[in-house]
């Protein structure tokens, strides 16, 4: 027999079982998120004759469409099947049973964002439609600019989440929480350098996250400011992060977007409030 429900404290051994058969990435990782994030209500599993089989976490993060409304929005990650169960249809069926679940819980929106490429025709099969977009350039790493450097300095995860407010002002954007965001600190610590940083430059504040991508060398995850005050911190981030790889993510201009994360709506009123034509920035995601 298949059933779902919330996750227990007893299932954190199948759980980490799961995600390691599932994802590439440390066991420091992995630790992150059972320390800093986990609590059973966070993830739901699919059992087959009492054994786990399936499972995914979720965020509580909100859509913040300017104008329109704040609509409270689950942002599902880490959605992994035994790899003995796959092409059964249990991902599937999990994450149905948590879109009621949702709205048991008044949550009116769900996001997404897919690993890769061709799991966005997957999600699109259970509902979710395109919405998210940002853009991945390289920066190239020229020395840095005569005189004295400027201080990149480390935050909390409460300090990056209000000024990153500040700055998204007036885009439609999904918000975190603190919780999510002290996971995204844990996850950037991992690695040398890593962290959630502000710059003030000439032109204004300008925040970024910075985490491991592979090897020692780092990738901005999030690059938010002015134009001006985004140019004015490249010149310096080389020799500020020398761990730095150059690459690094910023809202997408228009003509230039990135197909980066997913919405489904479980509200239809709420639903009315969004023009599918538009997009929104989702930014941070755990990858």
């Known amino acids: ?3 779902t429900r919330m996750s227990t404290p007893a299932d ?3 759980q980490r079982e799961l995600w390691k058969n599932s994802f590439v990435g440390e066991d420091r990782f992995l630790a992150n998120f ?9 993830v739901y599993v699919l059992e087959e004759d009492g054994a786990v089989r399936s499972m995914t976490t979720w965020f509580d993060t909100t859509f913040v469409v300017p104008g ?3 609509f409270r929005a689950a942002y599902i990650y880490a959605v992994a ?3 003995d169960c796959r092409g059964r249809g249990f991902a599937a069926r999990l994450m149905a049973d948590m879109d009621e679940a949702f709205k048991k819980m008044s949550i009116p929106a769900v996001t997404v964002v897919p690993s890769e490429p061709s799991l966005h025709n997957y999600y699109a099969r259970s509902g979710f439609r395109e919405c998210f977009v940002l853009e991945q350039r390289q920066a190239p790493l020229g020395p840095a600019p005569a005189g004295a450097p400027p201080k990149l300095e480390g935050i909390t995860p409460e300090d ?3 000024l990153r407010e500040a700055l998204l002002a007036g885009t439609p954007h999904i918000r975190y929480n603190r919780d999510a965001l002290a996971f995204q600190a844990g996850c950037s610590a991992i690695a040398p350098g890593g962290g959630l940083y502000a710059l003030e430059t000439p032109h204004g504040a300008v925040i ?13 995850k999030e690059l938010l400011g002015g134009e001006q005050a985004r ?5 310096w981030l080389p020799a500020l992060l020398p761990a730095w790889s150059g690459e690094y993510r910023v809202p997408a201009r228009e003509g230039q977007p990135t197909q980066w994360g997913m919405l489904k709506w479980l509200d239809p009123e709420a639903e009315k409030t969004w023009d599918w034509s538009s997009t929104g920035y989702l930014g941070l995601a755990f990858d």
Not at 208 to 220: H, K, V
Not at 231 to 235: H, P, Q, R, V, Y
């Open 1 to 3: 027999m298949v059933t």
């Open 12 to 14: 954190i051994p199948a």
């Open 34 to 42: 059972f320390d800093n994030y986990y609590r059973p209500e966070r």
């Open 68 to 70: 329109r409304g704040e």
């Open 81 to 83: 099947t035994h790899p």
């Open 160 to 162: 990056y989440g209000n």
């Open 208 to 220: 970024l996250c910075a985490e491991g991508s592979g090897g020692d060398r780092l990738i901005l």
């Open 231 to 235: 140019a004015w911190a490249l010149d």
